[in-house]
């Protein structure tokens, strides 16, 4: 909840001026009030644009929802589906989740799927057991070729926000490990290399490269540190040198 339309079109004229150097790909989702103006001023760029949320039914009476075709009316392409504060807020579960991504691949909305475990999952060892249920349940019934068009971001709850703590390299590129073996299960080694596997939970120009550089670990998925475009092209640059 940052960024009304003028702050959120400020940020895109910025963000659509920055050289993105080759093998980076940037994406941005903003606020649903923001979305259209967002995609509008990115589309001629390298930037992605993508929804928070969506609701799983094309329309109907579900006052307050935003459907996957007036997500993709409004120029995104990438849906984030799952996040731990949708979960633990709005009664996101991961059976909502799993409705979620197979009507994002119907109308090809590209999901980013937000896993996480809780502090208290964390603290009593039950982290990797929470992520192989969250990404089954995600993934339930999808065939391996729609597995490929996913993307997932690990976001330990406990790394989030203000009041969180960044992980540790080594406990993510378990963690990520963990997550790659889970896709190769369900969908073969082949396509489980192919999805990106995002870090995000308290990721800075500080700490960014690091995560990157780790096996499993694809790309980054950052919030605070990603509010001003001159923060995000610096993490940008960065992790591309
Ligand atoms: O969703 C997130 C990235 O947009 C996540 O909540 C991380 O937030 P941060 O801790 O402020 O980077």
Redesign the pocket.
């Known amino acids: 909840m940052n960024k009304g339309p003028s702050a959120a079109r400020a940020a895109a004229e910025a963000l659509a001026a920055i050289d993105v150097p080759d093998g980076i790909h940037p994406f941005v989702i903003p606020p649903f009030t923001s979305l259209e103006a967002v995609a509008g001023l990115l589309e001629a760029t390298r930037w992605q644009v993508g929804a928070q949320n969506m609701h799983w039914e094309d329309e109907g009476a579900w006052t307050g929802e935003i459907s996957p075709p007036m997500v993709r009316e409004c120029g995104a392409t990438l849906i984030e589906l799952g996040?731990s504060e949708r979960r633990e807020h709005f009664g996101e579960t991961d059976v909502t989740v799993n409705l979620k991504v197979k009507a994002a691949l119907h109308h090809g909305l590209s999901p980013l799927i937000c896993i996480g475990d809780s502090a208290e999952e964390y603290a009593s060892g039950a982290t990797h057991d929470t992520l192989a249920r969250q990404v089954r349940m995600a993934l339930h019934e999808l065939p391996a070729a729609s597995i490929g068009a996913i993307r997932l971001a690990y976001?330990p709850v406990w790394?989030?926000?203000a009041q969180?703590r960044a992980a540790e390299s080594d406990f993510v590129a378990a963690a990520h490990a963990r997550l790659r073996s889970v896709l190769a299960e369900l969908a073969g080694v082949d396509i489980a290399r192919r999805v990106p596997i995002l870090y995000?939970?308290?990721?800075s120009l500080e700490n960014a490269s690091g995560y990157t550089a780790l096996a499993d670990v694809d790309g980054v998925?950052?919030?605070?540190?990603a509010w001003s475009p001159a923060g995000l092209e610096a993490i940008i640059r960065s992790v591309a040198s």
Not at 221 to 225: L, W
């Open positions: 996040h976001e790394a989030i926000g969180g995000g939970g308290s990721v998925f950052i919030g605070r540190s």
